[in-house]
């Protein structure tokens, strides 16, 4: 069993950035892949972005194109944490954000019905 717990959240301006963090329990971390989506009011959750491991010490990263050049996500291993890094941050990317773990890996990490983990989410609102 894998408890996630995401932080980080809140009110910034256009253009302004904000830093998630998503803490995660269990021994597994590692091995698993951690993905971020986000739901806004009457939308459907969707995906933002993912770190993957590949085996080894090597580790895939991927973006939604509405986010590529300004989110990165990064995690920490030893914290049991992923980060989500999001920079010139627009209205529309206003939405509770949400992170999951899961066994995923290449193309499955934009998938949500793939995660078997999910936290309760932060709130990210940016306002014009």
């Known amino acids: 069993q894998v408890q996630l717990v995401e932080s980080g959240g809140g009110l910034v301006q256009a253009g302004g950035s904000l830093r998630l963090s998503c803490l995660a329990s269990?021994?597994?971390?590692?091995?698993?892949?951690m993905g971020w989506f986000r739901q806004a009011p009457g939308k459907e959750r969707e995906f933002v972005a993912a770190?993957?491991?590949?085996?080894?010490?090597?580790?895939?990263?991927d973006y939604a194109d509405f986010v590529k050049g300004r989110f990165t996500v990064s995690r920490d291993n030893a914290k049991n944490t992923v980060y989500l890094q999001m920079n010139s941050l627009k209205p529309e990317d206003t939405a509770i954000y949400l992170c999951?773990?899961?066994?995923?890996?290449?193309?499955?990490?934009?998938?949500?019905?793939?995660?078997?983990?999910w936290g309760q989410g932060t709130q990210v609102t940016v306002s014009s």
């Open positions: 999951a773990a899961g066994a995923v890996y290449g193309k499955a990490v934009r998938e949500r019905d793939d995660y078997d983990y």
């Open positions: 269990g021994r597994t971390f590692s091995s698993y892949g």
């Open positions: 770190r993957w491991w590949s085996g080894g010490s090597i580790y895939y990263a």
